[in-house]
């Protein structure tokens, strides 16, 4: 495929979290044959390559950058984007019709540039809790991808207390208060990417800071134990980076945190610096506890499976690429030119007299020619595209939470329902038996054994007839 991801900066000029995982996910796409391109519209460097993705800087005068940026976008299969270049990869998907992944890190997004299904072909969110949180559709969810062997390093003489990006909210001062606390130990703070930081206060000699930097394996290198009294991580990458080489982390409970440590992190509420100062001066004094916590670091690291994250992204945006605008609802092709364009100025998607002329996207489900259709379970999109429910081995994308609503027609075009309105998966073809269990005994040989013997579902046993696709789609 190739991918063109529209952002505002990208490493190793930027080293936030976000910039880093994505930046994971382009450089092992780029390994398996994938073309990854990337147009970061505030790097100060024109074009470089970093791990073969190529980085441009966009030109900034009108009419080059729109000529330069429409280039791009028809070249490519589809378009990703997050944060502060969301709307300008809106832009350009919208006017090249590329379908546009989006890839979210945090729970304010979606609201903030109002993100709509329309201009969202699937969205990979960094995880469950804030998928849970701010619910949208197709959707994947994947860790950020951190490789153990690429973060593990030796530390023969780690003694140091390290805390990554010096800001209030990331939890400065309970740094800076515990390094004045225990002052035999040394401290190191490193300036992350973004936000106003926390200066320190005077007579620290224990305190070393160091500016950002692209590689942080130097520092956990010297490293013993990692602090994080962030008030918000939508995920924690730090603290699983530095798993990989057996650091233990103590950091404030906030949903990401746990959802990215589980048993291996050390929890206290940040306001209870007395229990912080606890906790540190244990892990840095007890040789057998550390040894403990470390383990459980280790034992985390190593339920770390990038690959098979990059399996789960790698699927994803193929099924997008394959199916990306086509079957994301009620389309012009379906509808007409004059139902067409009467939908999509009545119910606000845009305006098509003002659209470029070849822009033809989905209207996002807003015809009713049929009852809308409710489904009774999740359903999600299966590797060759076809709708699935969650017992399928080969679920990929999250379509549907269960009791979504969306129009007749929508969920005709996405082969959820058949010209009669039965769901795909009352269908026969979803109930039929696979050809082991159509061989196994069961309690009896009546028509109705499936009511007795529930089947194990398969890929094979879960796709949609080819007759009624082809059907819902003319």
């Known amino acids: 495929m190739k991918l063109l991801s529209i952002l505002h900066m990208y490493p190793s000029e930027h080293n936030a979290g976000s910039e880093v995982t994505l930046h994971a996910i382009l450089r092992g796409l780029t390994k398996r044959g994938h073309e990854c391109v990337v147009a970061a519209a505030e790097v100060s460097d024109p074009h470089y390559v970093i791990d073969g993705v190529e980085v441009f800087r966009p030109p900034e005068a009108e009419p080059d950058r729109s000529r330069w940026f429409m280039e791009k976008a028809g070249w490519a299969d589809v378009i990703l984007t997050h944060l502060n270049c969301t709307g300008l990869a809106m832009q350009y998907a919208r006017e090249a019709s590329k379908p546009l992944v989006h890839l979210i890190h945090n729970t304010n997004q979606i609201k903030f540039h109002n993100i709509r299904p329309i201009r969202a072909q699937l969205l990979i969110f960094n995880s469950e809790w804030v998928r849970d949180t701010t619910p949208m559709n197709p959707s994947v969810v994947v860790h950020p991808i951190v490789e153990p062997d690429r973060y593990h390093v030796e530390r023969p003489a780690a003694d140091a207390v390290t805390f990554i990006n010096l800001t209030a909210t990331k939890g400065a001062l309970v740094f800076y208060e515990l390094a004045r606390r225990i002052i035999d130990t040394p401290f190191i703070g490193v300036h992350g990417a973004y936000g106003i930081p926390e200066p320190p206060p005077d007579g620290l000699e224990n305190l070393t800071i160091h500016e950002q930097m692209p590689d942080l394996r130097p520092i956990y290198a010297q490293t013993k134990v990692v602090l994080m009294p962030s008030d918000y991580e939508s995920y924690g990458r730090v603290a699983v980076e530095a798993a990989c080489s057996g650091i233990p982390a103590i950091v404030h409970p906030t949903p990401g945190l746990k ?48 690959e098979a994250s990059l399996d789960v992204i790698e699927t994803a945006l193929s099924i997008v690429n394959r199916h990306g605008l086509k079957n994301s609802g009620a389309t012009y092709e379906a509808l007409g030119k004059e139902l067409y364009q009467q939908h999509a100025i009545q119910d606000g998607h845009f305006d098509p007299r003002k659209e470029p002329a070849g822009y033809r996207p989905s209207l996002g489900g807003v015809m009713t020619k049929g009852a809308p259709f409710t489904t009774d379970r999740q359903v999600y999109l299966d590797s060759q595209g076809n709708p699935v429910d969650g017992s399928s081995r080969d679920k990929q994308i999250l379509l549907l939470g269960a009791n979504a609503t969306i129009s007749f027609e929508q969920a005709l075009g996405l082969g959820l329902i058949d010209v009669a309105g039965t769901p795909f998966y009352e269908t026969q073809a979803f109930l039929e038996p696979n050809e082991t269990q159509a061989f196994e005994p069961t309690k009896s040989n009546r028509d109705d054994r499936l009511v007795d013997v529930e089947p194990l579902m398969t890929p094979q046993a879960v796709k949609v007839p080819r007759q009624r696709r082809q059907r819902a789609i003319v």
């Open 259 to 306: 959802e990215a440590l589980g048993p291996a992190g050390i929890y206290i509420d940040r306001a209870n610096v007395d229990a912080w100062e606890v906790e540190l001066r244990r892990l840095l004094n007890d040789e057998v506890y550390y040894a403990e916590r470390s383990q459980a670091a280790q034992e985390l690291a190593k339920t770390l499976k990038p």
